[in-house]
């Protein structure tokens, strides 16, 4: 079993990742988790913070010489940003002139950052997060529900996705769908594994050039006009093996927890495996993936694909052996330079909303999270159905499963009953 956790503030001075029963063996460089979280920076529309503040990883335990050790691990994002935020952020009381500041005017001001924030925004987690926690200000909400906590997925995410790849040839790949309006076409081509590169050079990480082009030109306008924008990813996930998930219980079902690992994600209102929503409008006789017999890829025994993939590889929580496909739907940024009608809780007065600088459009690195995310849900499943404290052991577990499930597909008519 995998599990893992974050802790840290947007402001704070780190987030952190921890991670426990990450097996033994997986190769792994502190590069390839800053890597990650490069990827996860990139994207037409960002806002100011991503050109700033600069993510500083420290890796305090569980890897050794580029190799984990089985022992939990322990990964700290730092911000660079923080000796500005030290008295704000400060786990100890401050003395109250040192959130003061004289602005050589004789009067004293509070500097912006401690300003308090009366004015929750729509769609964030501020107000909701005010009256269940007993705060007269957002900032202690906004710190934890924001969106930069996703740094700490996205590097758990990079060691899921090795322990994937290494012990089981399971590879990830995210792209967007859409941003606003502008949607890639139906019968447009998906990206695998190897088009990395021509994705994270994408401005928007989407893999159809001409929708991309009209992305940016959506997000420019939306900024031009003072406005946010949301849109779909998707993940595929190549080469999973059939039997991952179960359909014994409700929250054994692979697809239950993939959707639950989406639906975290901040800002993220939808989530679809396979064809999702569009499969309702359909006739049963077109909504399904028909079982074709083919002769192995590997051996002498039988394979059985599907004619299409509309079920997302997943049927009854299991996978089922073609590719994962799993989307998210993202809303707008709540911070709207548009300021939305809100409440002024320190008069009780109508106001608009807090507002200082937003992004205009965070849905390429919703992507690269989305990724992170269901990486690390394979992972526990992975390890779920094959144990293993080592990846040697997973990939002798995983190759006993596939000989037994090759002995059931090969039978031959003289078995059929
Ligand atoms: C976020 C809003 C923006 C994002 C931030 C998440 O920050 P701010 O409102 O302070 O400008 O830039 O994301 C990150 C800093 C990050 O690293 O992803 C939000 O409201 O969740």
């Known amino acids: 079993m995998l599990r893992w956790f974050t802790a840290g503030e947007s402001h704070g001075p780190s987030l952190l990742s921890l991670l426990d029963g990450v097996p033994a063996g997986i190769e792994l460089t502190s590069d390839d988790l800053r890597d990650a979280l490069a990827r996860r920076r990139l994207g037409h529309g960002r ?14 335990g569980g890897l050794r010489h580029g190799r984990t050790l089985g022992s939990p691990l322990a990964i700290e994002v730092a911000n660079s940003e923080w000796p500005k935020w030290e008295k704000v952020m400060s786990a100890d009381p401050v003395p109250r002139e040192d959130l003061l500041i004289d602005a050589g ?3 004293e001001r509070e500097i912006a950052r401690n300003r308090p924030l009366h004015r929750p925004r729509p769609g964030h987690a501020d107000l909701a997060g005010m009256l ?3 705060f007269d200000e957002a900032r202690p909400i906004l710190e934890r529900a924001s969106a930069r906590e996703t740094a700490a997925r996205v590097v758990a995410g990079r060691v899921a996705a090795a322990l994937l790849e290494q012990a089981a040839g399971i590879r990830l790949v995210s792209h967007t769908l859409s941003v606003g309006a502008v949607s890639v076409p139906e019968d447009a081509a998906l990206p695998t594994p190897d088009h990395l590169e021509q994705l994270d050079a994408d401005p928007l990480r989407c893999f159809h050039e001409d929708t991309s082009t009209a992305m940016v030109a959506e997000v420019d306008a939306a900024k031009a006009d003072g406005d946010t924008l949301g849109g779909v990813v998707e993940v595929l996930v190549y080469g999973a093996p059939v039997g991952l998930g ?9 697809d239950g ?3 639950q ?14 064809d999702g929503f569009a499969t309702a409008a359909r006739r049963g006789s077109v909504a399904h993936d028909e079982i074709l017999v083919a002769p192995s890829p590997v051996g002498d025994g039988r394979a059985f694909p599907r004619a299409t993939n509309r079920a997302g590889g997943l049927e009854g929580g299991i996978t089922n052996g073609e590719v994962i496909r799993v989307r998210g739907a993202l809303k ?8 939305l009608r809100t409440v002024d809780v320190s008069t009780g007065e109508q106001a608009t909303a807090n507002h200082q600088r937003s992004d205009t459009c965070a849905v390429a690195p919703a992507a690269v999270i989305a990724e992170a995310m269901v990486a690390l849900t394979l992972a526990d499943a992975l390890l779920e159905k094959t144990g293993g404290d080592s990846v040697a052991e997973i990939r002798a577990h995983l190759e006993q499963s596939r000989t037994l499930q090759s002995a059931l597909s090969d039978r031959g008519d003289d078995t059929a009953q």
């Open 47 to 60: 806002g100011s913070r991503q050109k700033f503040e600069q993510d500083v990883l420290t890796i305090h």
């Open 105 to 107: 005017t004789g009067d």
């Open 132 to 134: 269940k926690y007993g």
């Open 246 to 254: 179960s359909h014994t219980q409700w929250d054994r079902r692979l």
């Open 257 to 259: 927890r993939l959707a």
């Open 261 to 274: 690992a989406i639906m975290s994600i901040q800002a993220m209102k939808g989530v679809e495996i396979g």
């Open 332 to 339: 707008q940024i709540s911070t709207v330079p548009r300021a």
